[in-house]
């Protein structure tokens, strides 16, 4: 291994793995089943019965790099168990790993108040409540975020908001009770970098309206909440600007680095397992008078997924490791790299095994539909593909600018 793990990170890996084993696999299928039913609008009863028992196991927070909340790990060593977490759509919420209330919870320990802090990042630490980050809006291309149309304007000790916002993941969650808005505090600012604002607004405000939950390839819940909601005349007080007028994008970076790392290890996590799902089946099904596993397109369709999935992982660990010696801002090509990388990898892996599983591979029998709407929604999300692309293009074009 080029990044050796620690024998701490061993030890909550084979925990973690344990876990799974017991209590995170045999309940897949319930999970699946309480998404289907109830829909985006309630909680699933076997998340919150699986909550205390990963609290009482000790794998709780793993993400936060503050032991006095998490367990104290950094970006390289949160990566591998964040893999294993990936496994599954049931796992990262049951452990409170899940998005996005790992980044509001660490926006709120890095920029919130002590009274922000005590209001909702405790009850988010212990899994009381959810949360939400309101940043996409429909009626703009927000793949350029300077293009966002919502409005944070200052009315004496207080701000009122504006706009519409969706793939508001969690807001119809009935334990969302905190929005991260970001918004125009100042949109003649020349620079257009520091238009932008984040503010915390209660999902009880008067003028917050929750219009509909958004399926993602028809799924309601599972892999996201997404959702879409107005603010009318929201008021807050003044207090619950983050940081200060203007430093919206700063905060944004801040936020998004860790979770790109995040989403990108859950998604080779999700590869891995469908990986072996491939295996599983081909190795049992007989078609022209041998095992699929025997064809050749197979085989060349399983080496070429196990060679994706290890060249993700080792750019992703790099990411992360540059990410924690670095910093954000000078791994900013290696995260857009692996935010490029990763989807694409783990779309084509899925694709393969949907073929692999015949027209069962288009159900959710076998959890391959579900995996195949998260990858293909992470090409978009936290930036598209195209946005990273050109931002590596630009980088990589610096390199030469003398040449």
Not at 32 to 49: D, Q, R
Request: overall charge neutral.
């Amino acid at each position: 291994m080029l990044y050796q793990e620690s024998q701490k990170v061993t030890e909550l890996k084979h925990r973690l793995q344990s876990f799974m084993d017991r209590h995170v696999y045999p309940n897949e299928e319930r999970f699946y089943k309480e998404a289907e039913e109830l829909g985006a609008w309630k909680v699933f009863p076997v998340v919150e019965e699986l909550k205390p028992k990963a609290r009482e196991a000790g794998l709780w927070n793993l993400f936060l790099p503050e032991s006095e909340h998490g367990a104290g790990l950094t970006n390289l060593e949160y990566a591998p168990l964040c893999e294993v977490m990936g496994r599954s759509h049931l796992a990262p919420e049951v452990f409170n790993c899940s998005a996005p209330d790992t980044g509001n919870m660490e926006v709120l320990a890095r920029y919130g108040t002590r009274e922000h802090q005590e209001r909702w990042l405790k009850p988010l630490l212990a899994g009381e409540i959810r949360s939400c980050f309101a940043m996409t809006e429909p009626a703009v291309a927000s793949s350029d975020a300077t293009n966002i149309e919502s409005s944070i304007r200052r009315d004496g000790d207080d701000y009122v908001i504006n706009g519409r916002k969706w793939y508001t993941t969690n807001a119809t969650d009935p334990r969302c009770k905190i929005c991260i808005f970001m918004g125009k505090t100042d949109p003649d600012n020349p620079d257009r970098h520091r238009q932008q604002s984040m503010i915390l607004v209660p999902m009880d405000t008067p003028g917050v309206k929750v219009l509909r939950s958004i399926p993602v390839f028809g799924f309601y819940g599972v892999p996201d909440r997404a959702s879409e909601v107005v603010f009318e005349n929201v008021r807050v007080p003044a207090t619950n600007m983050l940081l200060g007028e203007g430093r919206g994008f700063e905060i944004a970076q801040g936020r998004l680095g860790p979770g790109r790392i995040h989403h990108c290890m859950r998604l080779i996590g999700l590869a891995e397992r469908t990986l072996e799902k491939m295996c599983g089946r081909t190795r049992s099904r007989v078609a022209f008078g041998k095992p699929v596993s025997e064809q050749t397109v197979t085989q060349e369709r399983i080496a070429e997924s196990r060679i994706m999935i290890e060249q993700s992982r080792l750019l992703t660990l790099n990411a992360a490791h540059m990410m924690d010696t670095v910093g954000n801002r000078a791994a900013k090509a290696e995260i857009a790299m692996i935010k490029v990388a990763v989807p694409n990898m783990a779309c084509q892996v899925i694709d393969w095994a949907i073929q692999a599983h015949g027209g069962g591979g288009t159900s959710n029998d076998f959890g391959l539909a579900a995996a195949y709407a998260t990858a293909r929604l992470l090409r978009l999300a936290d930036g598209p593909d195209e946005v990273h692309r050109n931002q590596i293009a630009r980088l990589e074009l610096r390199k030469h600018s003398n040449a």
